[in-house]
């Protein structure tokens, strides 16, 4: 069974650009995650989609965005990005449902550098 | 708002010796209570949880973990460190009202040759 996958893995741009992430959920996930991981702040909730919907966003601010596909995939868009928007953005998945127990799994992370 | 609290910042060990990485809760209600590993330029790996039953729980590469209610400690425990699981370890609480994982700053384990 494959993990979670995201891409890219790494990726370079400028202060102001955008930046797109993406990852794939294992297979029969249906939530997936977004955290920012960035040098010596530990692991920042960013967004959680369900079933294609926004469920909730962390403390970041409307530059930060995203979506859920109907394939459960998910993107995550920064706009007008900052030199410390550099960080690992790491995606994760959890089986939905009554029995789900709420471990998640996460992919290897796409590093982001601004400069 | 469920949290966790890592209080060291680094725990150094000899290889062969015993580890232990400490974790606090604050929770309402149950707490499910989770320890990840990451190893360095990588995703984190799930290794144990608590969710419900016997306080010490067995999980991945030989760790286990004690969950203590009065003390509101989740502590990750290994018998014999080895220089492979010099890595960084973050405890997590799940957080039911907004149905994520509450993460610790993580600490860093030194195993030592």
């Known amino acids: 069974e494959a993990g979670v996958t995201q891409s890219p893995t790494h990726l370079i741009k400028t202060r102001g650009q955008q930046a797109t992430l993406r990852c794939s959920p294992i297979?029969?996930?249906?939530?997936v995650y977004w955290y920012q991981q960035a040098l010596g702040l530990g692991l920042q909730f960013l967004l959680w989609?369900?079933?294609?919907?926004?469920?909730n966003r962390g403390n970041f601010p409307p530059r930060f965005s995203g979506r859920q596909f109907p394939n459960y995939s998910s993107e995550l868009n920064v706009n007008a990005l900052e030199l410390e928007d550099s960080a690992l953005y790491l995606c994760?998945?959890?089986?939905?449902?009554?029995?789900?127990?709420?471990?998640?799994?996460f992919g290897e992370g796409s590093r982001l550098t601004v400069l | 708002a469920q949290s966790v609290a890592q209080p060291e910042d680094q725990v150094n060990v000899a290889e062969g010796n015993p580890l232990t990485v400490k974790c606090t809760y604050s929770v309402s209600g149950n707490p499910y209570l989770f320890w990840y590993v990451q190893y360095p330029n990588r995703g984190l790996q799930f290794l144990l949880k608590y969710i419900t039953g016997d306080n010490l729980v067995k999980g991945s590469y030989g760790f286990e973990a004690e969950f203590n209610k009065s003390q509101t400690s989740f502590h990750l425990k290994k018998p014999s460190a080895l220089v492979s699981d010099s890595a960084l370890y973050f405890c997590a609480v799940r957080d039911i009202g907004n149905n994520r994982l509450a993460f610790g700053k993580g600490n860093q384990v030194v195993v030592i040759p």
């Open positions: 994760a998945s959890r089986k939905a449902g009554v029995r789900a127990t709420g471990e998640l799994f």
């Open positions: 297979s029969g996930h249906t939530s």
């Open positions: 989609y369900d079933e294609g919907e926004e469920r």
